[in-house]
């Protein structure tokens, strides 16, 4: 099974301000890694998948890069509606693997 | 729109059984295959079972894997998860997801609790 891992487990960023999350695999999942927001309450929503390609709808500030092991997303600039766990997932091998997740709170 | 809605929650004893249903709206049902992915209370997401555009491949999570069956109805729209032997670390609301590589659309969810 791939594990993969996510740091910070919470990060604190202030309104405005860039955000960038980060993602691990424990063995190459090529460009097979999406990114996905939820909301408390709410169903995970796709913000990216083949590591850098944005979903139908997400704007701009999402984006997304790396290959193989390593990965970032990063926000640009955070608005008040980006507060929200972000998790990762590969979709390269069977299982489908997610990270624990990465808390973005408001500073 | 994509729609994608479940149901078949609720309370039960471990040991007994539930069905989950998930009607699907919006896209070409019978094009993609579809997953359920389960996310315990205050816990992170677990993928737990997929089945392929026509129904003839399945694969399942470790975890669940003898105990749950998953299944469609390409001619209902309908997706469903059977859930054998339940047992408290069952307690989760259960999301059906579409596969497109990624999933990108998703159900609100329904929660099953698994408790005596």
């Known amino acids: 099974e791939v594990v993969m891992t996510q740091s910070p487990a919470t990060l604190s960023v202030s309104p405005g301000e860039r955000a960038t999350l980060s993602c691990w695999a424990s063995q190459s999942v090529s460009s097979n890694l999406a990114w996905y927001q939820q909301k408390p309450g709410q169903a995970p929503r796709l913000l990216i998948s083949g590591a850098s390609s944005r979903a139908t709808g997400i704007p701009a500030r999402f984006s997304g890069s790396g290959s193989g092991t390593e990965f970032t997303l990063t926000i640009s600039s955070l608005q008040s509606e980006d507060f929200a766990v972000y998790y990762c997932q590969q979709y390269n091998n069977w299982p489908r693997t997610f990270g624990q997740g990465t808390k973005l709170e408001i500073k | 729109q994509v729609q994608l809605v479940e149901s078949g929650g609720g309370v039960v004893q471990p040991g007994r059984s539930l069905r989950l249903s998930c009607p699907a709206s919006g896209f070409t049902f019978s094009t993609y295959a579809m997953h359920w992915v389960r996310q315990a209370p205050g816990k992170g997401l677990e993928w737990v079972a997929v089945?392929?555009?026509?129904?003839?491949?399945?694969n399942y999570a470790d975890s669940v894997k003898g105990r749950f069956t998953i299944s469609r109805d390409n001619s209902k729209k309908m997706l469903y998860l059977q859930m054998d032997s339940l047992r408290a670390e069952d307690t989760a609301v259960y999301y059906c997801?579409?596969?497109?590589?990624?999933?990108?659309?998703w159900g609100q969810g329904t929660l099953v609790t698994v408790s005596s």
């Open positions: 089945i392929s555009y026509n129904g003839g491949s399945k």
């Open positions: 997801a579409r596969d497109n590589y990624a999933f990108d659309y």
